[in-house]
């Protein structure tokens, strides 16, 4: 086993959470390091609407025209609609209390991601791409002081964040995650062409036993996101393109939609979702995005909170490593979770 000493702060996961921390740190001058067992680009299974105020931390970041150009779709609002049919449609351009703009967007988390984790690069983060951790190591005080990765180096640093999304290996080495009984849903996300009928608003159909995410993700394609609870999710096992085509042709305002469109990408499956941390730091170590708190994606907002979380941190982590004493770094953070991040947290 080799140890080396890696930076101020090592973040484990380079998606929105981890890239937003990586690079407001890297920008206030701390030396930071990103692990991620990915290769970028790549994919996740996400509906992929981005709502108005995501945008602002695009635009914080330098990179919302380069997502724009990327071929983003532009989203006026949402529809949703009810298992009997009635349509709800909110216009961001309508709602009472303005945000950054009127529009959200839709990109492919492949594009999306791949450019935040170059801003956090671009802005002076060292990103590791294809390092898998798989433990988080400890002084003899219970202090976390680094990561452990899949080929036995251990990344030393003064601070490690979790930012590795749902089912977090750091929020499970801290015995700090924590999955819910309810709600255990399961998804499918693929890509579809030639949808018929594609708007400008992304589309929310509830259904009795689920509900599935439709929207334009530029470059004529279409995502769609089936979530059901973990009951039909047993029938996955006998094909999940099997599942999801029954499950559209079963719904006669869809199936006459999805008639002539073609699936462009495989039908991925992620669940149960459901999982919260029982608090979102230890002495050492702190947990944000998913890893922290998963949003239901019927809300639509897991993107934008974990930007935003990642935003948030990273002036309270810069505080902590400047403090004298363990008492001095814990209040810091305990400021960042108590009225900050959620009171809920803390408890
Ligand atoms: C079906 C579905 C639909 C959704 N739809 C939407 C939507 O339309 N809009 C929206 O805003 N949100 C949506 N969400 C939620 C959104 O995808 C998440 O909230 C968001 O991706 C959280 O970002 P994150 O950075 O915390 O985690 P992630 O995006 O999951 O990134 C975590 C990163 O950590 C890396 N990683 C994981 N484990 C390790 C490890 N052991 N070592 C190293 N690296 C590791 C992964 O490779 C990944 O790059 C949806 C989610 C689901 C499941």
Redesign the pocket.
Known sequence: MTTRECAQVVI?????????LAFALARSGVSVTV????H?P?S????????PQ?SRVLASMGVLETVERSGAAQLAGMVIRAPNGVRVVGEFAGCSVKGFRDRGL?VR?EIL?AIL?DAARDAGADVREA????DVMRDASGRVRG?R??DGQVLAAAFVVG????????ARRLALARTARWPRRY???THYRDVAEIGEC?EMHVERGGYV?I?DVGGGLT?V???VASRPAKSFAAGRERFLDAWLAARPQLAARFANATRVSPVVA??P?ASRARRAWVPGAAL?????D????F?????????R??EMLAPFLIESLGTASARQENAALVEFVLPVRAPRSAR
């Not at 390092?131 to 798989?134: F, P």
């Not at 930012?163 to 750091?170: H, M, N, P």
């Not at 998963?294 to 994606?297: A, E, I, K, L, T």
């Open positions: 484990v996961g380079g998606g929105p959470a981890g890239s937003a692990l991620d067992r990915a970028f790549r996740k299974p996400c509906a992929e609407y981005l709502s995501a839709s988390r991601d984790l390092t898998h951790v798989v990561v990765t899949v930012a590795d999304g749902l089912r977090s290996v750091v998804a499918l996300v992304g995410g929207a995502t996101a089936l979530v992620t669940g979702f944000v995005g998913d890893a922290a998963f949003f239901d994606p809300t639509g907002e897991g993107i934008y909170a974990a930007l979380g990642g």
